[in-house]
């Protein structure tokens, strides 16, 4: 009887946690202002002059491919976007310097480099696309 109570608790506890990391996965936060900003020098690359998009992905991480598909393609719709993919295990002072626990992890820098938002988890394009439409200066 008390293997079955343990069993029950254990899948509720599973089913839980997979409820929540269900509704936070792929959502954007607000970065602290006190997080250091990020330079061409640091990623290799230049700046986007609208937004740059940071993945930090590891090799055998499946949705860190999707992820890499959908940024990609937000880049190539527009020229003033930058994605930069980095393997976190490659770049591990970064991975170190930004809290990056799992993989994809995306920073959402401004042209600036200030790192504004961060989306941890696969994230989803009306999610990115909300935080790209708030980085836009009011017209």
């Known amino acids: 009887m008390t293997g079955l109570i343990v ?13 929540y990391r269900r509704i936070t996965d792929g959502r954007a936060r ?5 997080v250091p900003r990020l330079h061409p020098s640091h990623l290799g690359r230049e700046l986007g002059t ?4 940071v993945q930090f992905s590891s090799p055998v991480c499946a949705p860190c491919r999707t992820t890499h ?3 990609a393609s ?13 393997d976190a295990t490659e770049h591990l002072g970064l ?11 995306v920073l959402v820098l401004d042209p600036g ?3 504004r ?9 009306p999610e990115v696309l909300r935080v790209l439409a708030a980085l836009q200066p009011s017209a």
Request: net charge negative; no cysteine.
């Open 7 to 19: 069993a029950l608790v254990a899948v509720a506890v599973a089913a839980a946690f997979g409820l």
């Open 30 to 34: 607000p970065v602290r202002e006190d």
């Open 50 to 53: 609208e937004a740059t998009l």
């Open 69 to 71: 598909t959908l940024l």
């Open 74 to 86: 937000l880049a190539a719709e527009d020229p003033g976007l930058v994605h930069i993919d980095l």
């Open 95 to 105: 991975t170190e310097r930004f809290g990056i626990l799992r993989t994809p992890t």
């Open 113 to 115: 480099g200030a790192v």
């Open 117 to 125: 938002e961060r989306i941890t988890g696969a994230p989803r394009r």
